[in-house]
């Protein structure tokens, strides 16, 4: 077992749920490892991958450091702009942090530049800057639900938006990705993007809810091979929110959706599942 003291909480490699199947490779190979440092071991295996995350619309490569490196007083945002250097401490949260890193570098990359665009700025009554409010939001608890380019990804899309839980999640269940059928057709797909939700699906709770991006791609994706999905879905996303998170933006126009709720996130084939209307809500929302 690695020797960062909290590796033990994550789940074996050979019983890996099926949210953290986009982050398998990376999983497996720390779990496997005995690192005692955490961000020592993501430069290794970064190089040895050969992911290399870096400023936004810059050549300037990103690497992780100890989060002794960042001096007090100085903001977390800021000190990654200034440096290019990604303060790391050897917990849950920014493991899952760094493997998010790991497979939207790009996205990641922007939403640290979007920080840094609207630093200054202070748009709300309460002092709070709501573009950076809504970065954060999805940075720590955002769930992207790719969905086809058609008529019923586009069902699949417009019930999330709209709270048919029945027509979004059991009606159209047999068109989300199932992991263990290889299926002719799939219209949906969800993949976790925060890295706190990533932590708290380690013990999840069946209100545990995402806010999530719809970001819609060509039927083909579906059938490529999971990396390739990740690489089209990183570009796509990046694009998605440099248009999304501008001025007038609130965490409001993200759709709620409680994770479990995802067909193969749980056990949650029953319908009954999701006739709960204290996790399973009414509501109206609207993504732009």
Known sequence: MPSVDFAYLLPCTACLPVHLRPYADIHHAFVDGCPTFLAEWLNGYFLAN??????????TPLSFVSQDDLPHGTAYEAFIHKYAKIPTRDNLHDWF???VWAKF????ALLNAKHIAHFDAVDSGNGRNRVRDTITVFDENGAII???DDEIGSEIADALVGFDWQTCLVKNRQYWHNPDIAKRYTGARAFIFGHALLEQMLNPYKSLCAHTLIVRVPQVFFAKPLAMQLLMLD??????????????VTPRQFSPLPILGVPHFW?????????DEFVFRKGRRHQR
């Open 97 to 99: 942090g760094a493997c």
């Open 146 to 148: 790719a969905v086809s």
């Open 50 to 59: 050969n992911i290399t995350p870096k400023l936004h619309a810059t050549a």
């Open 105 to 108: 570098p790009k996205t990641k």
């Open 235 to 248: 570009e796509l996303l990046c694009d998605r929110l440099d248009k999304f998170l501008v001025a007038g």
């Open 267 to 275: 056990d949650n084939a029953d319908a009954a599942f999701y006739q």
